[in-house]
């Protein structure tokens, strides 16, 4: 079945940096468009950066661009997010996500991994 393992979450200060890895199995990695997604308590979850399965297209939310960064690595079947220049108001669970192009698209989400930016 289909996995998504998250790992890299902890506690930084800010203006630190972390970066979160999400090891996928049970499908073919390389036809799925992957995402970071993020929820702060009592708030919604959001997308926070997506990267696409054909040629790697990236998007970021505003709040991140410029301070995150997503890539991916076929070969090895996972997705990282670099995040650099850490703010409070980044703390939140991490959730990788993936969403693959079968009849019909299906999505899978990971189980979370804490991330806590504070002095």
């Known amino acids: 079945q289909v996995q998504l393992v998250e790992s890299g979450g902890g506690l930084v200060q800010p203006g630190g940096s972390l970066r979160l890895s999400c090891a996928a199995s049970?499908?073919?990695?390389?036809?799925?468009?992957m995402r970071w997604y993020r929820q702060a308590p009592g708030k919604e979850r959001d997308v926070v950066a997506r990267?696409?399965?054909?040629?790697?297209?990236?998007e970021y939310a505003g709040s991140v661009k410029g301070r995150f960064t997503i890539s991916r690595d076929n070969a090895k079947n996972t997705v990282y997010l670099q995040m650099n220049s850490l703010k409070t108001e980044d703390t939140a669970i991490y959730y990788c996500n993936a969403l693959i192009w079968t009849l019909p698209p299906t999505e899978y989400w990971g189980q979370g991994t804490q991330v806590t930016v504070s002095s």
């Open positions: 990267i696409s399965s054909i040629n790697g297209i990236t």
């Open positions: 049970g499908f073919t990695f390389s036809n799925g468009d």
